[in-house]
């Protein structure tokens, strides 16, 4: 009976898949025959996640799904899905190139599988100690993964993520234990000080100056792994060596956990009423962390860091939007987590692509995209300006609420933010246009090597994204749409 | 429901392009189908304006914001515009069935041109600031890629870089303008900005960011530096709409938010925008002057002409707010007026340059020249146009002029004694504008289709495809025909603006057709119509006159010359050599103008060259300082990618111990 | 008498007029120089001969050039036959004000410009070139002179005007005074005398007018000479009946107020003639960079006429 | 049965303060061993503190804790370290960015903010928690404090390692608190990452010496 129950939790899929097949393809030896498998598993996942939009399961001690989370983990499991797919062409040739040897895909398959489960046991999680401790443990993961090549930049950027982000992490278990010492009076003893749905019920009676000592090691600590300037170091050259399809799910996933974390706590702050208002810290935050990305975007040779400092940007916008706080900010800042993640994923699948054929990571070896080639060169023009922020795309809905709202509530926070994204808007452009058009560079692989299906394949998940976000920036459906206003309500 | 299709034709009409690009046919197919989109929507903006004017249709679409939808409405604004728009939309897709296939890349060309138009008229009829902005941004997108259409060439790619940027700066104007307009409460429809009162502050606010963000659009200056480096950078057919029609956009926009939406706007504002708009006459159409490109020489004048219609806007608020309607409505007519003809007139001018460009592939001034012998059509439509925007009667360029100056003369009637000394001022640079327009036209037409050909190409030159003279045909007749029987536009524009003014005012009130009398019989009037059949008769009676008295031989012989005859074409005048007087004494002091010339060595065969430097001051003074503290900025930034592990933890500690101390100060 | 009527007479009288004004023009100038001079009706015979020789016309030119000349004509004396001279009331009266009159004396300059630099020889250029940096001044001043006249009289229709000013509404005004100033010196740039343009002249750098019709023969040049003379006689008429219209007929004045009128006209025109031979006799012309100085004086008291008015109010 | 709680509390706030003093001679010494020596002291008080806690919440899964403590951090590491630096043959003298004098002002200012921050907040809370809360934020400081001062990357370890004890103080001595021995679990795997790091570092010869600033001679992106 129970065990039937448990059969019918989506949940139980949705961790069991990914950790199983991490298990499986640790041990197994083919890779062309892993990469499928990979495919397999993640599509496996995301049915699974899609489940729980026709059975959402009542929350447990352990796990529990509500209208944040819920979208958030069809969204991981389905950018890591699409991702997988990309992973599949890519690694082709990279293997092709000699810089993969079987035995790293066997560790970076399996790697990808258990990075997989640990953000979406820390989204499900119902403990902030086992958020806390997925959230480490998808840390490692990556730290693995960015070093995949071995080499000194690699290394170094591995070393870099590792240290920062443990220090990041200790932060936050610091924050963690306070908010459990704020609730443990009311709660009691034990892991009903330590659950949201309970917390978040009683979070009136918490101990408010415990909280806001809390939620400085929370911000720090996760704001780290969000990338927030100044804790970003680590988050540039983590993207920028790793392989392309890391680079793509941690910008695109990791990213949103790690702020998931953060509002979560912002929730309880909320819903206690008595604290210190944590807005300010956030706006302060965010806008360092729009600007110093802003001025960074113009001195960026190197394409992949192009981006992670513009996922920094995005991620400022974001934390700034749920600092100003209210429904429309809020729901700003939701509908920008969905649109950047699937967005700067897409932009990382072309720009695997481009440095694959391009043979560089270098800017300035590449020019005139469109005229080599069309499909993927428009593709990337297209995703480009939806992450700089022009309509018909979702970003653009978003920032428009953004700006929108807080001009009309608090203008002098508003010019600084209108400057900034005006800023990273010219540096974007000018990058973009010279890598899409020109003359292109002689002797640069006209067209994709290796089979139709290779090229489809690798083609089709940023294409997938970009319809979406496309859709999005239109019209959203009906339920997101309640989820979004929920959860704006809840993060106050 | 007419109107509904042609929209819906239009992206579906980029989609086609997108798929069957590499046909030979699918551009003939794209242009006509566009042709055929722009006269529904033409069509549909006259039904509308000659139909119910009063009645504004609405129509809400389930997308767009979620909890605000899709609204969208037409009302006589919006039709009004529809019909400038689609005028010119439909000449340019017309001339682009044979143009488009000479420019370089037709690929990179026909996906974007629907979807300029279904952007452009999206703008018009959006009714909430959501959809209003998607459609500005997307008119702004479509129109970077058109600029981009020849993207091998730097400049081209510059020019885009720059345009997409101002883009960007003018949205992200109007982004805040709206959001104060809608308030925290988050109803973007533009019924609830009507209806929402605005604090002082906030109306300050709205009108300074509107005027930046569309004024950046129009092109005023100093937010003009895009402009003639982005409009001559499309092809022909593309340039004249955004130099004829996206301009109009713009100015759309602003008199949506500033009498529509904002309602009470202060007569300070009134005078601002008629200096404003003075000043960039004045300069825009001195930079025309002394351009080679006609292209960007075209583009300039854009700048002078939107700077005339925004004195119209200005006095029209000005008069407005201190209780005037009747003026107001009058100046508003004529801004409104101007914008017609002017988008009327130098879409003519843009494609004329395209059928030049087609004939000899030359734009280049000095590179031009007895054309109009070669090409008798372009010659006679590009002079009618020529001789339209130099404001001569009885072409639809003068009437305009005549309606703002009259308004003009009316300003000093007005209490604030800023406007008494300030609108003489303004009348002054309106009126110096006029003559330098005509100066540079003049100069236009005179180097490029007259005199001997200065090239190979325009030696060579021969008359355009049918299809493009009979654009360049039609839009002439146009020219004529507003100026010949202005009292018929006046009415139904006096008509068009009553919502938004609050009286009905008939121009031509006194006298009746044909006599233009907007302040009353006594303030003096005007008659395109009757000058037209005098001066046709007075014409003929000359030439009868003559030929009765005289004898009628004639006799081709060389140039006279003074005697000394010179057959190089070298020898005339230029563009450049033309342009000198003016040169010196009006550049030297706003542009720096300067001259070297190097004369040879005695004995030394070598031409003798005369250079001339213009430094735009503008674009020194504000864009370039700009661009440099940027960088200035970002060098200093950029040390910050290459610490060490331990400095980037310092930075950590050092967060965590001042946020530490935040809480500490903070707490109670 | 009807306006129609006295329409048609004022058509024809412009015309008619305006070879006799240049001839007289001329006549004193050569008897200021001691010269015995030729008949004042020298300029009739001139035209009658330039109409029986034949046209000569360059390979190089258009029609455009072969146009110019009437245009030109058409349009100057439009412009000539819509300002009172003798009577305010005037059929066309209504059709073009001030405004509209600076405009139409800008298409004969348009149209003259475009037939200098048609032919493709470096004087028409010269020519056209000087022509419009003279008119991108003398415009505006006219129209600042307009615009003062427009706030004075409260109209900006010349007949308004002169009902306006012997209806006796402004005595001795500076604006008045600066408005006439300025309106001087434009007429005296927009015909081409001394000191901006020597009509006389053929000596190549200091052409202005003369430049640009210089490829002009036969009937053409008939027709440019007369434009030229109908617009001396029309800015003599201008002046007269904006800044001393007394003697004018108005509407209703009946046969003698009109005889009166044509009278007044009469010895308007000619006291300006001559006032215009001797100024010219008495001074040089200048340097072509001096017309900016002199032009954008004319435009300054324009603007002042303006300015001043409202000095006068305040004070 | 008070007197009783009180001297339960007085010892728990005796360790507290004992690991508190670790963390300060952490900053003290110079030499390397020095320091391995002191970490290992302060790990056994830690031990200690988590046994202690055990004993007066009678929760037994503390023994854990104070198990792993004691076994991995007590002694596992310092060998571990010990045997590293004789085999890279690192530098036995600790390279300081800041004076130790100015180190030890700082560490004390640091210490003083803890505790103003946490004795006037935590009221409420449990008096046993009080005081070792801020000696916990102080240890975590400390150690914070301690990583950005060294250049040498096994006294950066050392400085982690005393972070987190820090925070396993806090952990333990959050009355009732779930999860910490899964949550030291945790930490030990990070901190044998971390010495794994270093091993692996040196044996590909990705650089000649633990010293920092040879290791980001790269730093990504020059242009």
């Excluded at chain 1, 489940?51 to 979208?71: K, S």
């Amino acid at each position: 009976m129970i065990a039937s129950g448990l059969l019918h939790n989506p949940l139980l899929w949705i961790l069991s898949v990914p950790l199983a097949s991490a298990g499986f393809l640790a041990v197994l030896p083919n890779w062309r025959l892993a990469a499928a498998l990979n495919i397999v598993a993640s599509a496996g996942t995301f049915a699974a996640s899609l489940m729980l939009f026709v059975h959402r399961p009542e929350p447990t001690r352990l796990l529990f799904i509500d209208d944040f989370n819920i979208y958030l983990v069809v969204l991981t499991a389905f950018v890591a899905f699409t991702t997988t797919i990309f992973s599949a062409a890519y690694i082709g040739r990279e293997t092709e190139a000699q810089r993969l040897s079987p035995l790293h895909l066997r560790f970076y398959h399996s790697m990808y599988q258990a990075f997989v489960f640990t953000m979406l046991l820390a989204l499900t999680a119902n403990n902030t100690g086992v958020m806390w401790v997925a959230v480490e443990a998808a840390t490692l993961t990556t730290v693995l993964m960015v070093s995949l090549y071995r080499t000194r930049e690699a290394i170094e950027a591995a070393w870099k993520y590792f240290i920062l982000c443990s220090v990041g992490i200790g932060l936050a278990l610091f924050g963690t234990t306070l908010v459990y010492l704020a609730a443990q009076p009311v709660m009691g003893d034990g892991a009903d000080a330590m659950a949201w749905t309970l917390m978040i019920k009683r979070a009136g009676a918490f101990q408010p100056d415990l909280l806001n000592l809390a939620f400085v090691f929370v911000l720090v600590g996760y704001g780290t792994k969000v990338g927030l300037a100044p804790l970003h170091a680590w988050l540039p050259d983590a993207h920028a060596e790793g392989p392309t399809p890391i680079s793509a799910v941690l910008s695109g996933l990791l990213l949103n956990v790690a702020l998931y974390a953060l509002l979560r706590f912002k929730m309880l702050i909320a819903a206690n009423g008595h604290t210190l208002t944590p807005g300010p810290l956030m706006v302060m935050m965010g806008l360092s962390s729009l600007f110093l990305a802003a001025f960074m975007l113009y001195r960026r040779g190197d394409i992949k860091r192009l981006f992670a400092y513009s996922s920094i940007e995005h991620m400022g916008v974001i934390t700034f939007a749920f600092g100003m706080g209210g429904p429309l900010a809020n729901f700003a800042g939701l509908m920008h987590m969905t649109m950047h993640s699937l967005t700067k994923s897409a932009i990382f699948f072309a720009v695997g692509i481009i440095t694959q054929n391009a043979g560089t990571k270098s800017i300035a070896g590449i020019r005139g995209l469109t005229t080599t080639h069309p499909v993927l060169g428009w593709g990337f023009v297209v995703a480009v300006l939806a992450i700089a922020g022009l309509p018909p795309m979702g970003v653009f809905m978003s920032e428009f609420l953004v700006v929108t709202s807080t001009f009309a509530r608090e203008p002098l926070l508003a010019v600084p933010l209108i400057v900034g994204l005006l800023l990273a808007f010219g540096a974007l452009v000018s990058r973009l246009q010279g890598m899409a058009f020109g003359d292109p560079v002689p002797g640069v692989i006209v067209h994709g090597t290796g089979s139709r299906l290779a090229t489809i394949m690798a083609h089709l998940p940023l294409w997938a994204h970009m319809t979406l976000v496309v859709i999005a920036g239109l019209w959203l459906p009906a339920p997101l749409v309640a989820w979004f206003q929920a959860v704006a309500k809840l993060l106050g | 429901m007419l109107i509904a299709a042609a929209f819906a034709t239009l992206p579906a009409l980029s989609l086609f392009a997108l798929l069957f690009g590499r046909r030979a046919w699918s551009h003939a197919v794209v242009y006509l189908g566009c042709l055929g989109a722009s006269l529904c929507l033409l069509a549909g903006g006259l039904v509308h304006l000659g139909g119910h004017p009063g009645a504004a249709p609405t129509l809400v679409l389930p997308f767009g914001l979620p909890w605000v939808e899709a609204h969208f409405r037409l009302d006589n604004l919006s039709a009004l515009f529809m019909v400038i728009v689609d005028l010119s939309a439909a000449a340019a897709s017309a001339f682009g069935i044979a143009y488009g296939s000479h420019v370089p890349e037709p690929r990179r060309v026909t996906p974007f041109f629907p979807l300029f138009l279904f952007g452009m008229n999206g703008v018009l009829v959006a009714d909430d600031a959501f959809m209003f902005l998607v459609a500005w941004e997307f008119m702004s997108l479509a129109s970077w890629a058109l600029v981009l259409a020849d993207h091998t060439r730097a400049e081209n790619r510059k020019a885009a870089m720059v345009y997409l940027t101002m883009a960007g700066f003018g949205t992200f104007c109007l982004l805040p303008c709206f959001g104060l307009m809608a308030g925290p409460g988050g109803d973007y429809t533009f019924a609830a900005m009507r209806v929402h009162e605005l604090a002082p502050t906030a109306g300050f606010l709205v009108v300074l960011l509107v005027l930046l963000g569309a004024g950046s659009k129009a092109g005023l200056v100093p937010l003009h530096a895009w402009l003639p480096l982005a409009h001559p950078a499309a092809p022909s057919h593309v340039s004249a709409l955004m130099s004829g029609v996206m301009t109009k956009v713009a100015l759309y926009g602003l008199i949506r938010v500033l009498f529509d939406l904002h309602g009470e706007v202060g007569w300070q504002w009134g005078a601002a925008m008629m200096v404003v708009g003075g000043v960039t006459a004045v300069l825009g159409v001195l930079y025309a002057v002394l351009q080679d490109d006609l292209k960007v020489l075209l583009a300039y004048s854009t700048v002078e002409n939107i700077g005339v219609a925004v004195i119209g806007l200005g006095l029209a608020l000005a008069f407005k707010d201190s209780g005037e309607p009747a003026l107001a409505a009058l100046a508003l007519v004529a801004g409104l007026y101007h914008a017609l003809n002017h988008s009327i007139f130098k879409s003519l001018l843009f494609l004329g340059t395209g059928a030049i460009l087609t004939a000899t592939g030359e734009k280049s001034l000095n590179a031009l020249g007895g054309l109009l012998n070669r090409m008798p059509w372009t010659g006679a439509a590009f002079l009618v146009g020529a001789a339209a925007i130099s404001a001569l009667p009885p072409l639809n360029g003068f009437v305009s002029e005549w309606l703002i100056f009259q308004s003009l003369f009316q300003g000093p009637s007005l209490p604030h004694w800023a406007m008494k000394f300030g609108v003489p001022v303004v009348g002054a640079l309106l009126a110096l504008a006029a003559a330098l327009a005509a100066a540079c036209f003049v100069r236009a037409y005179g180097v490029a289709f007259l005199g001997r050909p200065r090239s190979e190409a325009a030696r060579g030159a021969v008359e355009v495809p049918a299809v493009m003279r009979l654009t360049l045909v039609v839009l002439a007749a146009l020219c004529v025909l507003l100026g010949a029987m202005p009292v018929v536009v006046t009415d139904s524009l006096s008509g068009v603006i009553a919502p938004l003014i609050g009286v009905h005012f008939p121009v031509s009130a006194d006298l009746g057709w044909p006599w233009l009398s907007p302040v009353g019989a006594t303030r003096g009037s005007y008659s395109g119509t009757v000058l037209v059949m005098v001066g046709a008769l007075m014409f003929g009676a000359a030439i009868l006159a003559v030929h009765g008295l005289g004898v009628r031989t004639l006799r081709r012989a060389a140039a006279w010359d003074c005697g000394h005859v010179e057959d190089n074409p070298a020898s005339q005048y230029t563009g450049d050599s033309f342009a000198q007087p003016l040169r010196r004494v009006f550049a030297a002091t706003p542009f720096r103008a300067r001259e070297t010339v190097e004369m040879p060595e005695p004995g030394d065969l070598g031409p003798a060259r005369h250079t001339v430097h213009l430094i735009d001051p503008v674009w020194q003074g504000l864009y370039v300082s700009l661009g440099r503290l940027v960088d200035a900025i970002a060098d200093q930034v950029n040390r910050l990618q290459f610490l060490t592990v331990r400095r980037y933890l310092l930075m950590m500690f050092a967060t965590l111990v001042l946020l530490l101390l935040v809480v500490a100060v903070r707490q109670p | 008498m009807n306006a129609a009527v006295l329409q048609l007479v004022q058509i024809v009288l412009v015309v008619a007029l305006a070879p006799l004004v240049t001839g007289w023009v001329r006549l004193v100038k050569s008897r200021l120089n001691g010269r015995r001079g030729a008949s004042p009706f020298q300029p009739y015979r001139d035209i009658y001969r330039l109409l029986q020789k034949e046209a000569i016309v360059a390979h190089s030119a258009s029609w455009v050039f072969r146009a110019a000349p009437y245009v030109t004509f058409a349009a100057v004396w439009l412009a000539a036959s819509v300002i009172p001279t003798f009577s305010t009331d005037l059929a066309l009266a209504p059709a073009a004000d001030l405004i509209a009159l600076v405009a139409l004396l800008a298409i004969a300059r348009f149209w003259t410009a475009l037939a200098g630099m048609d032919v493709g020889t470096a004087f028409g250029g010269i020519g056209a070139s000087r022509e419009m940096l003279i008119a991108s001044l003398a415009e505006p001043a006219m129209l600042m002179v307009s615009f003062s006249l427009s706030l004075i009289a409260g109209t900006t229709a010349p007949v308004k005007i002169v009902g306006f000013v012997l209806s006796g509404g402004v005595g001795l005004d500076v604006s008045m005074g600066l408005a006439l100033a300025a309106m001087v010196m434009v007429s005296i740039a927009e015909n081409g005398r001394i000191p901006i343009d020597n009509p006389a002249t053929h000596l190549e750098l200091t052409m202005v007018h003369e430049a640009m019709v210089l490829e002009y023969s036969g009937r053409h040049l008939a027709m440019m000479e007369g434009a030229a003379m109908v617009r001396l006689t029309l800015f003599m008429a201008l002046i007269g009946c904006l800044f001393a219209p007394w003697g004018m007929a108005q509407a209703g004045g009946g046969v003698d107020g009109i005889l009166v009128g044509m009278g007044a006209f009469l010895a308007r025109t000619f006291v300006l003639a001559t006032a215009l031979a001797v100024f010219e006799t008495a001074i040089a012309k200048m340097r072509v960079f001096r017309y900016a100085d002199f032009l954008g004086g004319a435009l300054l008291l324009g603007l002042l006429a303006t300015i001043f008015l409202y000095v006068s109010e305040a004070v | 049965m008070e007197q009783h709680q009180a001297l339960s509390y007085d010892v728990a706030h005796l360790i507290g303060a004992t690991v508190l003093m670790a963390g300060f001679g952490l900053l003290y010494q110079r030499r390397l061993f020095a320091v391995l020596n002191t970490f290992a002291f302060q790990a056994l008080a830690l031990a200690a503190a988590a046994a202690w806690q055990a004993r007066i919440q009678d929760a037994p899964h503390l023994y854990a804790t104070a198990a792993i403590a004691l076994v991995f951090k007590a002694l596992a590491v310092p060998f571990a370290l010990h045997w590293l630096v004789e085999k890279l043959g690192i530098h036995r003298t600790v390279e300081t960015a800041l004076s130790i004098g100015w180190t030890m002002i700082v560490g004390v200012a640091l210490v003083a903010l803890s505790i103003l921050l946490v004795l006037p907040v935590t009221a409420g809370a449990a008096a046993l928690t009080r005081e070792s809360l801020a000696l916990a934020m102080s240890v975590v400081l400390l150690g914070l404090l301690m990583m950005i001062t060294r250049h040498n990357a096994v006294t950066q370890v050392v400085g982690f390692m005393a972070l987190e004890n820090g925070l396993l103080l806090a952990a333990v001595s959050a009355k009732g608190m779930p999860l910490v021995v899964e949550i030291s679990i945790a930490f030990s795997v990070l901190v044998a990452m971390t010495l794994f790091g270093i091993f692996f570092f040196r044996i590909r010869e990705r650089f000649d010496t633990l010293d920092l600033h040879y290791l980001e001679t790269y730093r990504g992106d020059r242009h």
